[in-house]
């Protein structure tokens, strides 16, 4: 992947630590020639210290995608960094605990409404708040954990991330016409800190490593972020709308075998 992403200005949102696939999008976005600019949200000290370790140290914009002055003065923010955005990194997603862990029926609208505005809503209007500094060629690439299906305790994230699946294809559609892209990769399980906030994940864990055709790390968040970065590198120039799985093949088995 030497050289892929030469010249390409990157905003990357959701490193929080270097256990994160946003983290290694952005170091190998680096390695691969690409400016990268950071967002962080809540605890920025922690982020900021965690772009210290990439190989060139990035800049830090606080955003918090549910704040629409945040949003309204970003493309600003991010113009001190640099004058243009050819890849942006939605990797934004979060649901009360009372969404999650099997309580699907009991979760109260107020819970449901934070998981949709931060994890569903928030890939357009990121994208929106991007747009001023976006041209012909850029490409929005978001993360998502298969929707297709209803998986043990994702509940209310598995609702969130099938609208955002949706909202990219919507996306794609409005924003085609300025030549823009918008895709998703669908990663497997990883041992990331939002995973680590979900009740009952290590479910999770044996399905995948013992199942997956390829077989599947559950601590290797590599793959995904190359994904991401080929479908925001000139080589899917004709590609908009679609879900690129990065999960060792698990999608396309038949049900029996993808019983968690």
Do not use: C
Request: proline fraction near 4%.
């Amino acid at each position: 992947m030497a050289g892929l992403l030469e010249g390409k200005r990157l905003l990357v949102t959701g490193v929080i630590t270097d256990q994160s696939i946003a983290f290694s999008v952005a170091k190998l976005a680096q390695e691969n020639g690409a400016t990268v600019v950071l967002t962080g949200f809540g605890r920025m000290s922690l982020v900021e210290r965690i772009a210290k370790r990439l190989p060139a140290e990035a800049p830090v914009i606080e955003l918090d995608v549910t704040n629409q002055e945040h949003l309204d003065t970003l493309a600003e923010k991010v113009g001190k960094h640099m004058d243009g955005i050819d890849g942006l990194v939605h990797s934004i997603g979060f649901a009360p605990a009372s969404a999650l862990g099997g309580n699907f029926l009991e979760t109260t609208w107020e819970d449901v409404a934070t998981a949709l505005h931060v994890s569903t809503y928030s890939y357009k209007s990121l994208a929106m708040a991007a747009l001023p500094l976006m041209q012909r060629g850029s490409s929005v690439v978001g993360l998502t954990f298969d929707a297709t299906k209803a998986w043990p305790v994702y509940d209310w994230m598995g609702v969130a991330k099938a609208g955002l699946e949706s909202a990219s294809r919507y996306l794609a559609l409005h924003l085609g016409k300025q030549g823009i892209r918008s895709n998703l990769v669908s990663a497997g399980p990883l041992r990331t800190m939002a995973a680590k906030s979900i009740p009952g994940f290590e479910q999770f864990e044996d399905a995948w490593t013992n199942r997956a055709p390829l077989g599947w790390d559950l601590s290797d968040q590599e793959p995904a972020a190359k994904a991401v970065l080929a479908l925001i590198s000139d080589w899917f120039p004709a590609t908009t709308g679609e879900i690129i799985h990065v999960d060792g093949g698990y999608h396309a088995l038949g049900a029996e075998a993808t019983t968690v």
